[in-house]
Nanobody, 119 residues
């Protein structure tokens, strides 16, 4: 189960930090990512972090957003700075989790959290 928090309303230029915590039977978390979907648009990858802490970002957020993870808390964060109205969307986290060392991974999605950036 993934539980997200941190969305809300912010003025352009402001900041927000999203969190996504995993719970349940967790052996390892191999991939964590944030996606977003704006009204009338397809869901897009915003940022991802691998188990070795390698990160990648959408071009539209590079230099403004930072993804990080706290392995001890099974939590992934998305620090969003210099927010723009076009960042308005529902943000969802995805985690790929192994519940044991049998090599089987499962994909989980959070419930989504709305980020609204006013101009």
């Amino acid at each position: 189960q993934l539980v997200e928090s941190g969305g809300g309303l912010v003025q352009a230029g402001g900041s927000l930090k999203l969190s996504c915590a995993a719970s349940g039977s967790i052996f390892s978390i191999n991939y964590m990512a944030w996606y977003r979907q704006a009204p009338g648009q397809q869901r897009e990858l915003v940022a991802a972090i691998q188990s070795d802490s390698t990160t990648n970002y959408a071009d539209s957020v590079k230099g403004r957003f930072t993804i990080s993870r706290d392995s001890a808390k099974n939590t992934v964060y998305l620090q969003m700075n210099s927010l723009k109205p076009e960042d308005t969307a529902v943000y969802s986290c995805k985690q790929i989790i192994a519940s044991s060392n049998n090599g089987i991974n499962y994909q989980y999605w959070g419930q989504g959290t709305l980020v609204t950036v006013s101009s």
